[in-house]
């Protein structure tokens, strides 16, 4: 397994010591932090465009607003994190398809920081980036080679969209992603 192209000044911002030598031993640090307009898929830009359209002018978009009738020609690229707090912690709602194949596993109903792969605790990495996106209050954006992904695919891009309950506490963190074999 080729070893990730370490980013010190982004990632070090993200993950805590441990996280980042997890990171770095899947490779999963050859990920970039990118604009969502440079994203590559469309399919992800019309989620950018759908949570703008829902938060209303507000800074975040309610979770009770989130209807996946809306969002339904995506649904097997999204998954869906339930955050909790005191612990902080997330937990995979739901799943679509395509992740699920990527990865090679359906995750639906984990905890974020049981999480394994290759053998190596990913879920605590995880955990620090869900974080990391819950300060930020806003879409987040990552594209890049991923080696821990399955059946071929090599290439991830993945848009995280943060949800609140109307008040200052982001409950779900709607994501898409999008695999290729490059």
Not at 25 to 41: I, N, P, R, Y
Not at 56 to 74: E, K, T
Not at 99 to 127: D, R
Not at 149 to 164: C, I, M
Request: proline share 5%; aromatic share 10%; net charge negative.
């Amino acid at each position: 397994r080729a070893m990730g192209i370490y980013q010190s000044s982004f990632w070090d911002s993200i993950y805590k010591p441990e996280s980042r030598e997890i990171a770095r031993v899947l490779g999963v640090d050859q990920m970039q932090l990118v604009e969502g307009e440079a994203l590559k898929s469309a399919d992800l830009k019309d989620m950018l465009v759908y949570w703008n359209k829902v938060r209303d002018g507000m800074p975040l978009p309610v979770a009770s607003s989130l209807n996946p009738a809306h969002i339904s020609r995506h649904l097997s690229e999204v998954f869906l994190l339930q955050v909790e707090y005191d612990p902080l912690k997330f937990t995979f709602r739901l799943i679509g398809e395509d992740p699920t194949t990527a990865f090679g596993v359906n995750a639906s109903g984990l905890e974020v920081e049981s999480i394994m792969s290759e053998g190596v605790q990913a879920g605590k990495m995880m955990h620090d980036l869900y974080a990391w996106i819950v300060e930020q209050r806003q879409p987040m954006s990552f594209s890049g080679p991923n080696p821990t992904l399955k059946e071929g695919y090599n290439f991830h891009e993945v848009v995280y969209l943060p949800f609140s309950e109307g008040g200052a506490n982001i409950v779900r963190i709607l994501g898409a992603g999008v695999y290729d074999r490059v």
